[in-house]
C-alpha cells in the first residue's frame, strides 16, 4: 500500500519539522503509525479489514508506545493471500433463504412475545 507508506513517512517528517514531535533514534523508524495519527480509523468491507490489521497493537510495558504489530506491507500481504478466503461467496437456493427467513422470524416473535406476556403480567410494572 503506497499510499499508506507514502503516509506514515510523510507525517512523520512533518511533524518532526514543524517541531509536533522530537525525531526518533536512528534505530527506529522513520514513520508514524497510522494508530498515532488517527484516533478513530473505521471502513466497510476490506477497508474495515485493513484499518483492524494496522490498528492491533503490538505488546510492549504499559506506558509505552503501542507501535502496530503489522504493518502495511502485511496488510497487503494478508489480502493477497487470503482474500479469496475471506471474500467467498456462499450460494444458498432461494427455497433455503426463504426458509431460512421464515425461520428467523418465527423465534423473532416467539421472543418477542414470551417478553411482552412477561412484562404485560409483572406486577411491578403496574401503575
Not at 422470524?105 to 417478553?115: D, Q, R, W
Amino acid at each position: 500500500m503506497p499510499v499508506v507508506k507514502f503516509l506514515e513517512n510523510e507525517t512523520y517528517a512533518y511533524a518532526v519539522e514543524q517541531g509536533y514531535i522530537q525525531a526518533k533514534p536512528e534505530s527506529e523508524p522513520q514513520k508514524l503509525y497510522m494508530p498515532q495519527f488517527f484516533d478513530i480509523m473505521a471502513g466497510t468491507s476490506i477497508g474495515g479489514l485493513i484499518s483492524s490489521i494496522l490498528t492491533v497493537p503490538s505488546p510492549g510495558k504499559p506506558g509505552e508506545v503501542a507501535y502496530p504489530k503489522y504493518s502495511s506491507a502485511d496488510a497487503i500481504e494478508v489480502m493477497a493471500g487470503e482474500g479469496d478466503y475471506i471474500f467467498t461467496k456462499e450460494h444458498m437456493s432461494t427455497l433455503a433463504r426463504v426458509l431460512w427467513c421464515i425461520v428467523i422470524f418465527v423465534l423473532g416473535s416467539a421472543l418477542a412475545y414470551c417478553l411482552g406476556v412477561k412484562c404485560l403480567t409483572n406486577k411491578h410494572y403496574e401503575t
